[in-house]
């Protein structure tokens, strides 16, 4: 069974920095992203990353965050640098493998003054 744990959210002040860790019960080869949902809004995607470290990331975030992974800890990573008061939502780490999704339960990322 998938288990896919958040971790690293908290409040921190505008500029300030985030690391997001999402630690995978199962193998880690498979396409990672990192999705955020503020509240009244959508769900929408951050970044992804493939097994072969392939990244894509939202233009939102574009030069400030970066996803990576390091496939011995069954880990991936979202640095997120320059914290804006518009990056507060609950971030998701979401898992895709054979056609299947799996969602971790969340972590509150709170930026603000």
């Known amino acids: 069974q998938v288990q896919l744990v958040e971790s690293g959210g908290g409040l921190v002040q505008p500029g300030e920095s985030l690391r997001l860790s999402c630690v995978d019960s199962g193998s880690i080869f498979s396409i990672y992203a990192w999705y955020r949902q503020a509240p009244g809004k959508q769900r929408e995607l951050v970044a992804s990353?493939?097994?072969?470290?392939?990244?894509n990331y939202a233009d939102s975030v574009k030069g400030r965050f970066t996803i990576s992974r390091d496939n011995a800890k069954n880990t991936v990573y979202l640095q997120m640098n320059s914290l804006k008061p518009e990056d507060t939502a609950v971030y998701y780490c979401?898992?895709?493998?054979?056609?299947?999704?799996?969602w971790g339960q969340g972590t509150q990322v709170t930026v603000s003054s």
């Open positions: 979401k898992k895709v493998v054979w056609g299947s999704a799996y």
């Open positions: 990353i493939t097994s072969g470290s392939i990244t």
